[in-house]
């Protein structure tokens, strides 16, 4: 089966400044890999969802950006932070039909971020 | 209307009984279903699949009402260990892109 890597864990960053996430799978090939967002007290709200290597769609409009260098990476960006970026990032891969999983998003650990 | 909602709670239950929790969507469309389990400050993690016909896990049952659009988690002879939030998912689109609801808050009591 599939493991998702974040890091880093936890970040604090100052408003204005820019943002790196970053997200590896291991087990699995050309998987569909998805980035949420958790505000405290919230749901999950998905920011991007990817398909294939440099194939990304954006479901909110604001200032992140998302990559897909490699079939197994997925980065989230930030060229400037803003306070309502606080949140808990988290990142998904959809995982079908093998090893006896059920087909659905499994998550890696999630990235904590608090901008001050 | 959102698309997925569930009463938040929290429910504070005893040891030992049964809590059941519902959630209901807007698209009659919609395909798949499931229950995700959240631990505080944990990420999401797959507590089962629902499915038309009804599944149990264990303790866990879970059931789909297409008519009524809304799907059920019942959670029987409840364990300290069951206190977490439980989220209702989704896949509207059949393209493996889900909504989750906000979740359920779910205390057990000692």
């Known amino acids: 089966s599939q493991t998702i890597h974040q890091w880093p864990a936890t970040l604090v960053q100052p408003v204005g400044s820019p943002l790196s996430l970053e997200c590896t799978v291991e087990g699995t090939s050309n998987p569909n890999l998805y980035w949420y967002r958790q505000a405290a007290g919230r749901g999950l709200q998905l920011l991007f969802y990817?398909?294939?290597?440099?194939?990304i769609s954006s479901e909110v409009p604001q200032n992140l950006s998302a990559s897909r260098p490699q079939d197994r990476q997925f980065i989230l960006s930030s060229k400037k932070l803003l306070l309502s970026d606080s949140g808990f990032y988290l990142c998904a891969c959809y995982h079908s039909g093998t090893s006896g999983n059920t087909d659905t998003q499994y998550f890696g650990p999630g990235t904590r971020l608090t901008v001050l | 209307r959102k698309e997925v909602e569930q009463d938040p709670g929290p429910f504070n239950v005893p040891e030992g009984a049964t809590v059941a929790f519902n959630c209901t969507y807007s698209n009659s469309a919609s395909q798949s279903f499931f229950w995700y389990r959240q631990d505080c400050r944990k990420e999401p993690k797959l507590l089962m699949s629902v499915y038309s016909s009804g599944n149990e896990d264990g303790r866990f049952t879970a059931q789909l009402n297409r008519a009524s659009q809304y799907i059920s988690l019942l959670i029987r002879d409840s364990k300290l260990s069951d206190s977490a939030t439980y989220l209702c998912?989704?896949?509207?689109?059949?393209?493996?892109?889900?909504?989750f609801g906000t979740g359920t808050r779910l205390k057990v009591l000692a």
């Open positions: 990817s398909v294939g290597i440099g194939q």
């Open positions: 998912v989704v896949d509207s689109s059949g393209t493996y892109k889900y909504i």
